[in-house]
């Protein structure tokens, strides 16, 4: 039989082959529209929006999915996409719902309610069934094109990139109903308890990369091992639309790069990137590792905005929230969960004192700390700021206040993540550290400067990523710049070297109660300056530079590199 020549652009892509030609919706070209648009305007354009209703008797219950949810059908070979319905609608399937009730019921109640084994390989049925979940709302049906950039290597190790950007296919804040029915009769009652159990199972997160923040229930009460309320502005990601969009996984991989940093300053690179992969999960080779440590957050104002105007605009958010890391699996130990919550204490901590979250973390956000930078004319925005939001969270997690409390922070991070290592049956070796990556957190590897900055408009470094030094000392050096130099990194290259204006507050003593100090803002800032040198003629010219302590700044940690 002759083939007809384009034949396949007749069948939907959601039917295609994903090869190249056919269907692709992994795959990102510059200057072209992705298959995977194409794909999600032919689904969403068949779609039955509203489900057919059920010829039994279901019990319902509705959910809110606070960000992103990814049900991975396993379709097709390297792409995730939802499981689809018959009538077009994604669904959670009732099997794994089953399977997370079934995980959040005593030995009892998983018997009744999900069935259980009987002699000569027989089985019991439970009473329950489980129907899933699928979108009531037809708003699942925007912004379904997902965007994946893995970035750890490159972040924290070297300058090679890893994979690039990858598309997926995941729903943006849907609201989900649930059906459960019942063979037998059951009074409100045990429908409480029931509805009791899928809770606790949704507290947990639902689908696929729950520990990255997907898949979690607004709603839902975790295990908390840390709770703080943030507040943050900066540059937000690009879906394929050009919209921004805030992504709350940004946290994970932030707290994620921190321990792996700070971990590659206590042992080996191997067993550094071991202790990270319990922590946050991952996958080596084709064993895969669920984290200890889940995120959720739930913001309390959003607000996607554009900076610029035209083409040159860009999307950046303004943001306020809870920010909960949980316990996404048992520990081995329960004794041990106190480590953690100091550990994970201590991770948030470090990233809020010395950068932020999200794109252009390592500076500090250029609108807020030198916004004469944008007179001229268009430029890029460069930075993000990051502070604690009200005085419960403040006197929880504010370690530093004053410059000379600095060194002694760090060595408490690191003390925390040695007891962990202990706990793990890790012994701390600095003397056998990840020399080979760029920013292993080893005092011979990286130094901290400061000064004490007396409002938002008294930067000093923010000047130097653009221009000479503003002082040269004669006959010691002369006025250099870092500007546009390996040192402090590109676009398309991480540099050496950390900006970050962190807010001071007071602490008076409380005569009401003296364990609880009365937290004040104040208008002042720790500027600091977290340097890996790297050798270079820049790099040294600078340190130079900075031990004449310029402005008053003064190094806070980490050994001389003469």
Known sequence: MRAIPDAHQKVP????????????????????????????????????????????????????????????????????????????LPYFPGSSMKGMFRRACTATQADRYCGKPLPGNDWQPGILRFHGGYPIDPAWTEHLVDIVHPQQSWQVKSNDKEGGAFVQISLYKPTLRFGISSTL??????????????????????????????????????????????????????????????????????????????????????????????????????????????????ESKLSIDSFGSGSYAQPCYDVEGDLIWYLARSLNDPAHEPLLKKLVASLMQFAMVFGGFGKSWRRADHRKFFEEYYDDSYKALIGCHWQWLDDPTLRRNVKVWRLAQVAGFVEQVQTNAQEWMRSQGVTPKPNHWAQNWREALHPANVQVWGREAADVDSSEAIRWFHGAYRQAIPGVCAEGTIYKTDFVGKVSQVGKLWHRMYPVVELKKNPDDPKKPVIRRTPKYLEILTIFPDGSNAANQFLDFLENKPFGFEQLWGEETK
């Open 13 to 88: 892509m959601m039917f295609r082959a994903q090869v190249n030609g056919r269907c692709q919706i992994q795959r990102l070209v510059k200057g072209e529209e992705p298959d995977a648009v194409r794909w999600t305007d032919e689904w969403t354009s068949r779609v039955e929006t509203v489900p057919s209703p059920a010829s039994i008797e279901v019990q319902t219950r509705d959910c809110e999915i606070a960000w992103r949810l990814i049900t991975n059908s396993g379709l097709d070979d390297g792409v995730i996409r939802p499981v689809i319905g018959a009538q077009g």
């Open 185 to 298: 009769p059951l009074d409100s009652s045990e429908w409480d308890v029931i509805w009791e159990i899928w809770q606790q199972a949704l507290a947990k997160g639902i689908g696929s990369r729950v520990a990255a923040g997907y898949g979690q229930v607004r709603d839902s009460q975790p295990t908390v091992l840390h709770k703080s309320r943030v507040k943050g502005q900066g540059q937000a990601p690009k879906l394929i639309t050009q919209a921004g969009e805030f992504r709350p996984n940004m946290f994970r991989a932030s707290l994620r790069g921190h321990a792996l940093r700070i971990f590659g300053g206590l042992t080996d690179a191997t067993t550094a990137e071991r202790l990270v992969e319990n922590l946050f999960g991952g996958i080596q080779g084709r064993e895969g590792t669920i984290g200890l440590l889940g995120l959720k957050f739930v």
